[in-house]
């Protein structure tokens, strides 16, 4: 029987499933039931340590979000934050485990009980800024993460990599001129939210790829632009906001990604971490809507991670 050399983590619960935005919204709770089906059809769960997450703490909440923005989210009840981002009676609770839990997996993996993890979270995070949500995001449960790393006396130099479809416009804005935290995106051009144009901004590199882009315009992106960089800060820890709506079948992008090309993006990252920062990588999930290809998608990149 083949056993990983590596141990990784799996956070998950079935609190996130309570956040549920009305009528046919995509970012459902269906999404956790396909990835936890997948894992479950591919025997991949056998192989992962599953923890319950526990709730974010209301200081270290607060050094990601404004109090306000989070005092308007818990006094809003029920409602929109934007025109897609819905807030309903169970959304706090679970953006609070959301964040909660991966913290719980970076201090799983900086303690060495974990080399990896993988935190099927909802709802998504990267799109949340300082002071508001939006983008289907709450809380940015990867800059909580970052930010507890980076107080936790562990690591000095955090990198996140993020593969979203979509450019993580709140984690750059939360981590602007930060010199301990590097933010590099492979994402679509010209999409939501319209920033991370592939210009340089301070402590982040994107690289924006045009409409029909590949798993091999990806991979290239990736070793061209991302990695160098990447070995050249030499982080402590490797985040990554996990998105997979760059699936060729999803229906909220238009880059024509396929399970083969994020379990080698994820290799990629997962090469570099064992390189430079003894394999530490915890991935946190952003994006992906169509449940099949996200099924597949996760699978592969949950294999990538126990490599
Ligand atoms: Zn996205």
């Known amino acids: 029987m083949y056993l990983p050399l590596v141990r990784v983590g799996w956070i998950d619960a079935l609190e996130f499933d309570q956040h549920s935005p009305p009528n046919t ?16 059809t591919t025997g991949l769960v056998e192989f992962l340590d599953r923890h319950p997450p526990s709730p974010v703490s209301p200081e270290l909440l607060e050094a990601v979000h404004d109090r306000r923005y989070i005092q308007r989210l818990e006094a809003l009840g029920k409602g929109w934050l934007d025109d897609d981002t819905y807030v309903g009676e169970a959304t706090v609770r679970a953006a609070r485990l959301a964040a909660g839990g991966v913290v719980d997996a970076v201090d799983y993996v900086l303690r060495g009980h974990w080399n990896r993890a993988f935190c099927s979270v909802r709802p998504p995070g990267h799109h949340a800024h300082r002071a508001t949500g939006g983008g289907f995001c709450i809380f940015n449960n990867v800059a909580v993460g970052v930010r507890f790393a980076l107080r936790s006396g562990r690591a000095d130099r955090v990198a996140i ?64 632009t991302l990695a160098p960089s990447l070995r050249s800060f030499a982080p402590d820890l490797i985040v990554l906001s996990a998105g997979f709506d760059g699936d060729f ?51 592969a990149h949950v294999w990538a991670l126990l490599s």
């Open 249 to 299: 079948r999803d229906p909220l992008a238009d880059l024509e990604l396929t399970p083969r090309g994020f379990a080698g993006l994820t290799r990629g990252v997962v090469e570099l971490a064992d390189l430079l920062c003894e394999g530490r990588a915890v991935s946190v999930l952003e994006g992906g809507y169509d449940l099949e290809a996200l099924a597949e998608d996760v699978a």
């Open 161 to 224: 990599v993020d593969f979203d479809a979509h450019h993580g416009d709140g984690t750059c804005e939360i981590f602007r001129n930060e010199p301990g935290v590097l933010y590099l995106g492979l994402h679509q051009l010209a999409l939501y939210p319209q920033t991370g144009d592939g210009v340089p901004q301070p402590g982040s590199i994107s690289v924006a790829l045009p409409p029909g882009a590949t798993d091999a315009d990806a991979l290239a992106a990736f070793e061209r």
């Open 25 to 40: 919204h995509p970012e459902s709770p269906d999404r956790l039931e396909a990835i936890r089906q997948a894992l479950r």
